[in-house]
RNA sequence: GCCCCCUUAGCUCAGUCGGUAGAGCACAGCCAUGGUAAGGCUGGUGUCGUCGGUUCGAUUCCGACAGGGGGCUCCA
């Protein structure tokens, strides 16, 4: 046996160390900084304790807290002492399962008694792992076979069922539970618990955390199971980095969608209506016509043409085009009448599809392009609405386009195409798309699934849009592709959608006759660009924080005299930027100066105009815009007017 | 849907160890006419979410319901 063992760095340079040397003793050596930074390692690809002596030739990398990787160990840690101090302090606590998450962690308790956690036990929970922590308790490793991990944790019913399930698995990624038998983390004589690994040395390591809500949780997340109690925590590498993140989450929450619909008078959800359900105020409104404006003129200048349906139909209609059997659940329940059973309309594909088949068709009407702005209800469980981007009443801007075989591909080419043209219009510019497959709930058969995926995917290639594949994503009569936008908070939402449908048409019996003289069978496509035009105004008002574009905003201008003896001159003035389409509110001189430009630039209106004696005299304005840093005094009335009208000009449809 | 939390003036919130409540903003009136983010004074704010129970008495304690928020996917 050789006094010296070799590592190769990932640099691939080696270092020589002695026998039995662990990755921490690597890290020490190669510097004092990567020393304190080091959390784990990877040996030959896998993650180990600093603790872990190394071998001879491995390829080893030191994992630091600054990574994404080191704050999963930090935050994976930080959940073990949550775990210890909930222990500590209700004796009889059942512990689940506690893992890693992006930004933070949770761990899931079952409290003795099923009593459950208040927001005020945060506070004790932190002050006892502050103990855990200060005590700086080392994490130590220990391997034990399955039956000794099942009788260490026999009054652990949760650990029980992870040792037994997982031993029946083959896998030994998962679970620190494998052939080899369990590992388990030891931080006192009292505390120990099943875990996979590594973990930082000791708790000492850690300390940049809070706990964030408690919430209640379905063990293996299914609903049938026993519910646990949840605690969601935070953890980084450092105070700075905490503060941070915290400082996002303020942010965050201050773009909250329902909180500025509120605050600039945008819309709200009357209880009078009941959940999910909206009502648009004059200047959400507005906000929302102008969307509409705009993509009605793109869709018209794309060659699509213009439908309108209704709000309900016989039952029949969803008999044939399988909602009934496929989406009931998600449909609001019938009404009867005169012996008809009505529904609301959770899709407008079949109303579409009638409109298709209302004559008999000819390829040289294909692709028609129908487009509709359609109203449809949902009914979504109570607890998954959220504001306007989760609602049970929305409106999609939807189109249905029918084809020929051979039209199908440069059609979702240009579908493609002409999404992100419309989401770039809007102030979006990064996207991702998801391609999702057949789910296990689907019409139809598998090889026309398979053709339909295929034209998906090689639209995809063609417009290289980065994808990745959802499997089992799909709708129940359509593979598609999902769109998402990352926001100005590189926050992701999913809007578009676009779907092959070979099952509608079939189910419809729809046809066209080609060149051949004969019957065919067109293919569909279901696209909506928004998606939800509500969902859309509500993601956009995040992404913008309430400060619309110009082109959107529903005021574009606030006009302010200096004294009430100027309103004249203002209204004057307002008349002329309302001559050019702007939209202009005056501020009557009622209250002070400062008051109402601090009001104006509240509701975050674009430009705000001071007039006063000399601007009266020489037919100026003083501007104040929301994107410069300077008041700009003495600017020529006219040459204000040019340059606005020209800013919201390049925001609207060309002709 | 299920679990937890919340619900007091238009908004944001305080408060009452059980004796029908307060602040700021907003709103109304008066004064102030002010050149770039809150001028001054005065005034009214309310079925303390709803229904029921306990009590001499409930906004407060208990229960049910409604509405809202968070969570229920990311594998110790």
Redesign the pocket.
Known sequence: MSDVISVVLPDGSTRDLPPGATGGELAAAIGRGLAKAAVAVTVDGAERDLSEPLSDGARVAVITDGTEAGRHILR?ST??VL?QAVTDLWPGAR????????NGFY?DFELPGGT????DDLGRIEARMWEIIAADQPFTREEHSVAEGLELFADQPY?VE??EG?DAAD?D??????AAG????RNTDSFV????GPHVPSTGRLGHFRLQ??????W????RRP?L??I?GTAWESKAALEEHLHRLEEAEKR?H?RLG?ELDLFH?P?EL???LVVFHPKGGLVRKVMEDYSRAEHEKAGYEFVFTPHLAKSTLFEISGHLEWYAEGMYPPMELEGGTYYPKPMNCPMHILVYKSRQRSYRELPLRLFEFGTVYRFE???????LLRARGFTQDDSHIFCTPDQLAPELADLLAFVLRLLRAFGLEEFEAELATRPEKFVGEPDEWDVATDALRHALDAAALPYVVADGEGAFYAPKIDVHVKDAIGRRWQVSTLQVDLQEPQRFDMEFVGSDNARHRPYMIHRALFGSIERFFGILLEHYAGAFPTWLSPVQVALL??????QPYAEEAAGALRQAGLRVDVMA???????R???A??EKIPY?????????AAGT????A?EAEQ?R??VPLGEFRAAVAAEVAAHAPTP
């Open positions: 994976h959940a073990h775990a512990y689940a399962i506690g893992p890693p998450i992006e761990y459950h956690f208040s927001d650990k992870i040792i997982v896998s990624r998962a679970e620190g539970v494998g369990v590992s388990a983390y618990d099943l875990c996979r809500k408690v919430a209640a949780a379905y293996r997340g299914d609903e519910q109690q949840r969601y909250d329902r509120a959800f209880v009941g959940g999910g469980r109570s607890g998954v609405l959220n504001g005299p200096v004294r009430s003896d100027h001189a009622d209250e002070g100066l400062g008051s430009i601090r009001k630039k509240l705000v105009l001071v007039v006063g004696d000399e601007d009266v304005v003083g501007v104040n929301r008041v005094r003495g």
